[in-house]
């Protein structure tokens, strides 16, 4: 069969990756996919610049949409990023009866929908592997190896940035802001640091595996977020003296009201695997009714690893242009016409435990105070640590865990808690999930 022609658009770190890995491996990747597979052209903004990829034999070109409109052209890889005109490029290959592979998460979070359906009414195919979890072949296991499950939940560290900060926080004893500072230093947070560390990134990858996960329409902005910014060494330190290692999460759960989508910090007990993921690495934990747990782990960002997945992306469109449209792997793993209408909780509804912390005067009947404030809204107590005031300091510093609890009832008690006049500032709350 006469080989298919690839275009990319983009040579970053991504695309430069795929270049190489899709160079260097073209017998193997042939031999997986039964055709040949050539990039024939690629676009770029600046194509002085000096690249990780060797493009010999790749028409360059600073106008993605020379590449979108070449009829000779098979399969289009976006891989520049972003959700504005890249939207409209993507629209166009697809019009243009082009397959897409892309590892643009934000594109397919907040414009999947829309562009599933194009491609639908096109009978062409539009991958995404490399969306989420970088290398980890995560949306694949979910779409096609747990496909005789009904997923009850899943949990993922999906944000390397996230990941590290926490690590080096827990490790070494440091403060947020000063490993932000490292981790912009060596390049794993950009300038503006706010996707990774406020959860959006986190929220977008959240939105995909829970729409592939329950056969739900993808919603971002149902996603909960919540981001690490507040947790301090303090809490990193309590956390661990109580068992627990605080993780930056995002959580996608099936309950008989509705599915909960929620990012942020979590408390796990430090024996479960996804604790002791460390540094930029992630991890995802799917339970299925039938399998049960299970973890899948690796790099979730980088050239290579992330080529990794657009590669295969790549083999598994070559694979399918012989079939008819209506028999391939659906996007979203279950057929279009056949998403369902679950209502998404709001966060009012979560139900979950706690980790409390709180500065209080060092006077008798505060915690008194405390404990009956949370008993007044249901709320059972796990947990107390009560530490000496430091030096010439008049606040003790308390720490409470609580039982699973309505956030409703949770919100509530803060609010009184922090009312009362023993109690100084903020109390600082972190969701605890056993994960079972």
């Not at 070449?70 to 520049?80: G, K, V």
């Not at 009866?97 to 829309?114: C, D, P, Y």
């Not at 560390?197 to 990858?205: F, L, R, T, Y």
């Not at 050239?303 to 996007?331: F, Q, Y």
Request: glycine share 8%; proline share 4%.
């Amino acid at each position: 069969m006469k080989p298919v022609k690839v275009g990319v658009l983009g040579l970053g770190t991504v695309g430069g990756g795929t270049v190489n890995v899709l160079k260097r491996n073209a017998e193997e990747i042939a031999r997986r996919a039964g055709r040949e597979i050539i990039i024939t052209r690629a676009s770029a903004k600046d194509l002085d610049k000096e690249r990780i990829c060797d493009t010999q034999g790749i028409i360059l070109s600073t106008d993605p949409m020379d590449i979108i409109n070449d009829p000779e052209i098979d399969i289009i890889l976006e891989l520049i990023g972003g959700a504005g005109l890249v939207k409209e490029m993507v629209l166009k290959a697809i019009d243009n009866g082009k397959h897409v592979v892309t590892a643009n998460k934000s594109l397919i979070a907040l414009h999947g929908n829309e562009i599933f359906a194009k491609a639908s009414e096109k009978g062409v195919i539009v991958a995404f592997e490399a969306a989420v979890a970088g290398g980890i072949p995560i949306i694949k296991a979910i779409r096609e190896g747990l496909s005789g499950n009904q997923i009850e939940w899943l949990a993922g560290i999906i944000n390397g940035t996230g990941n590290f900060i926490l690590t080096e926080m827990r490790d070494k004893g440091r403060d947020f802001y000063d490993v932000l500072a490292e981790a912009q230093a060596l390049g794993y947070a950009e300038a503006d640091p706010t996707f990774d560390v406020e959860g959006i990134d986190a929220g977008h990858k959240l939105t995909i595996l829970a729409s592939i996960a329950f056969g739900i329409p993808l919603q971002f902005e149902q996603v909960y977020t919540e981001g690490i910014t507040q947790i301090t060494r303090l809490d990193v330190e309590y956390a661990e003296q109580l068992g627990y290692r605080i993780k930056h999460l995002g959580i996608a759960r099936k309950t008989p009201e509705g599915i909960e989508l929620r990012v942020h910090p979590t408390l796990i007990p430090e024996r479960r695997l996804i604790a002791n993921v460390d540094g930029v690495m992630n991890a995802v934990l799917v339970k299925g009714d039938a399998v049960g747990a299970t973890l899948y782990y690796g790099a979730g960002a980088g050239a290579e690893p992330t080529a990794s997945a657009v590669v295969a992306d790549v083999i598994d469109v070559v694979r399918a242009l012989t079939s008819d449209p209506e028999n391939r792997v659906p996007h979203l793993a279950f057929q279009a016409d056949s998403l369902a209408d679950i209502p998404i909780l709001s966060s009012e509804r979560f139900k979950t435990s706690y980790y409390l912390r709180l500065n209080a005067e060092d006077k008798p009947g505060v915690l008194a105070d405390v404990t009956r404030i949370l008993a007044d809204h249901h709320i059972s107590i796990e947990a107390i640590i009560q530490k000496e005031p430091v030096g010439d300091e008049t606040a003790i510093p308390i720490i409470l865990l609580t039982q699973i609890t309505l956030e409703k009832e949770m919100n509530a008690a803060i609010a009184e808690i922090e009312a009362l006049q023993t109690v100084t500032g903020k109390v600082n709350r972190i969701r605890l999930e056993t994960l079972k």
